[in-house]
């Protein structure tokens, strides 16, 4: 059976003014039209059941009511919102003239027309909702055995002393309950797991974020600020170091377990697929190009920021709506058996792996170390789910499909090229482009094409996905202060991004003057100096005019590869970022400048400074 939400009109879906029939005086509630695409996505049937005494008092017709309705649903189906039907009642029992006066069963609070919309469309009552801003509106769904909803906006702020809250929930209008409805499952498995019946419109972990109707994770430090997400409106915290006695406040041994028990549960009740995206360089960019690509499409999700780890993957996964149809997921690790607890909980149905390079050879030595713990994915994917960069000396042993540039490849990259403004490759005779600069990013793009057409994407949604690709910052970020170009690549690094940005800046703005400030690469081990002096070495012959170094590392490194050619005046170390940005502002000539490091080396801080003077 189908499931439906009616709604009252008036007050509800549209601002209360006696009498409404002029579409020039139509304003719709606030979050209204984004409330009703909401329902609409999650497959509700929308109806509106409306009393419209205004035809009874002869202030307007019943044609005039269909032409409003019609226009104003014009406006809902043009943003995907749209009213499958509406109901309306002309009479009333003591204004109504002639045919009109009438005291009849479908005038709200009577429920006739709720009836006749049932038995049309096959309505299940359990899974319905009345909606609308008055008590009449409350009594109908009741009568006809619906979830009812009153929201406080039009009468509803004055009708809400009339509701019963244990039968009616009450909303401050639309917006609210759509979020709520949204996280329906996640509500539904709270009450499976602590016996206790809650609403959620988000889930957060910093309390500072917390809201009404907020579901708090109180980890760590923040089992210190439980007090302030009640104060905020919590409905439901999840801590474990808290003597606040609180029917709102769940005490459990661990909350990090605890979430992601939570998540691997409630990744289970939703109906969606599941992108994994590891490897070490490039998964960021990837996760972005394959969200733009299959937002395309469908309602997708990603991880936002640096949640990538075993607290932020499960808090995503966690923040997923009952709408979405695919999460697309950044899986981080630094040791074994990281990936492999993350795809527990993640149960991933598609994966990408970027590359095996150094990163995280602090802890894990060796890079065939390295492809044991990111391959650790693989047990989780039928191998014709897996696209990985085939070119990669570890990857291309893998039982996946291999994207890259040789003719070993499934899936072959051809007739790349990047300038200042663009990059354009062919696949498969398929032309693409995108605004995305440089060798490695094309890979990235190609990995995530590849996926898309797995998912069933067209060629014309992946190209317009690709022309609407927004990177996470500092991801080779491209920043104009004055007539300089800053290429904010400064997120993290590893010897092999490090040398794929230098390739980059190699290629593209060569009517500027070019300069590289490169800070240290960090957890990459034992050999950490020799990798920074092969840095040194690999931008030689490269087209930078200067060279910037900054960090303890590039100290180290530059001493010993300046012992050998005391010649080369081109690099330049520099103990502080400050003196860095004096120095940039004494070439007074249009520059590019590549700021690239780990993330402990926060050199987007000459930026910054740079912008303060």
């Known amino acids: 059976m189908k499931k439906a939400i009616f709604l009252d009109r008036d007050g509800t879906i549209n601002v209360e003014k006696d009498y409404l029939f002029k579409i020039e005086d139509l304003e719709f509630e606030k979050n ?3 409330a009703l695409q909401i329902f609409k996505k999650l497959g509700y049937i929308l109806i509106v059941i409306t009393n419209q005494s205004g035809i009874a008092r002869f202030y307007f017709s019943e044609e005039d009511l269909h032409k409003f309705n019609k226009k104003m649903n014009d406006i809902l189906k043009e943003n995907k919102a749209e009213i499958d039907e509406f109901y309306f009642c002309p009479h009333h029992p003591e204004k109504g003239i002639g045919i009109y006066k009438k005291d009849c069963d479908c005038r709200k609070p009577n429920n006739k027309l709720i009836e006749q919309a049932i038995e049309k469309y096959g309505i299940d009552r359990s899974q319905s909702y009345m909606i609308g801003d008055k008590f009449s509106d409350i009594q109908a769904g009741i009568k006809s055995n619906l979830k009812t909803v009153l929201v406080k906006t039009g009468y509803g702020e004055k009708e809400q002393d009339k509701i019963n809250k244990r039968e009616t929930l009450i909303c401050e209008n639309l917006g609210e309950f759509s979020e ?20 959620i419109e988000n889930v957060a972990m910093d309390s500072r974020k917390v809201s009404k109707n907020s579901l708090f994770f109180a980890i760590n430090n923040g089992n210190k600020f439980i007090g302030e997400a009640m104060k905020n409106g919590a409905s439901l915290i999840v ?3 808290t003597d606040i006695d609180d029917k709102r406040v769940i005490k459990v041994k661990n909350t990090v377990e605890t979430m992601q028990n939570l998540a691997q549960k409630y990744r289970k009740k939703l109906a969606l697929k599941v992108v994994a995206i590891t490897g070490s360089n490039g998964k960021t960019t990837t996760k972005d190009i394959s969200y733009s690509l299959l937002s395309q499409k469908y309602s997708v999700l990603k991880t936002e920021g640096n949640y990538n780890n075993h607290i932020g993957l499960p808090f995503t996964l966690l923040s997923l709506t009952d709408e979405n149809e695919i999460a697309v997921l950044e899986m981080g690790m630094s040791d074994f058996g990281e990936i492999r607890r993350l795809c527990e909980i993640a149960k991933p149905d598609y994966g990408i792996i970027t590359n095996i390079g150094e990163s995280h050879l602090e802890f894990l030595k060796t890079r065939e170390n390295v492809f044991k713990a990111k391959t650790e994915m693989l047990d989780f994917i039928e191998k014709e789910n897996v696209f990985v960069f085939g070119d990669d000396d570890f990857l291309s042993k893998t039982k996946a499909i291999k994207v890259g540039f040789s003719d070993k490849n499934d899936e072959i990259i051809e007739d790349f090229l990047f300038s200042e403004n663009i990059s354009k490759f062919k696949m ?6 995108m605004s995305i600069l440089g060798r490695h990013n094309i890979l990235n793009a190609a990995l995530a094409i590849n996926l898309c057409k797995k998912l069933n994407l067209t060629e014309n949604q992946l190209k317009k ?6 990177l996470s910052k500092m991801r080779f ?9 800053y290429i904010n690549d400064a997120y993290n690094a590893s010897p092999t991004s490090m040398r794929a940005a230098i390739d980059t800046i190699d290629s593209i703005y060569n009517d500027r003057y070019k300069i590289a400030v490169l800070g240290d690469i960090l957890e990459i081990g034992e050999s950490e100096i020799k990798y920074h002096i092969e840095i040194l070495e690999y931008i030689l012959d490269k087209n930078i005019d200067l060279i910037y170094l900054y960090g303890e590392r590039m100290k180290k490194a530059y001493d010993i590869f300046m012992k050998k050619r005391t010649e080369e005046h081109r690099y330049i170390y520099f103990t502080t970022k400050q003196e860095i940005v004096e120095n940039l502002d004494k070439i007074k000539i249009k520059k590019l400048i590549l700021l690239k490091a780990s993330r402990g080396m926060r050199l987007e801080e000459i930026i910054q400074i740079k912008e303060e003077k």
């Open 32 to 34: 209204a039209i984004k």
């Open 180 to 199: 709520i409805l949204r996280r329906k499952k996640l509500s539904e498995l709270i009450k499976e797991e602590f016996s206790i019946e809650v609403n």
């Open 239 to 241: 801590a474990d170091n």
């Open 428 to 433: 498969n005779s398929q032309e693409y482009s």
């Open 465 to 470: 996905g690709l022309e609407m690709i927004e």
């Open 477 to 485: 970020q491209e920043i104009k202060i004055g007539e300089d170009i």
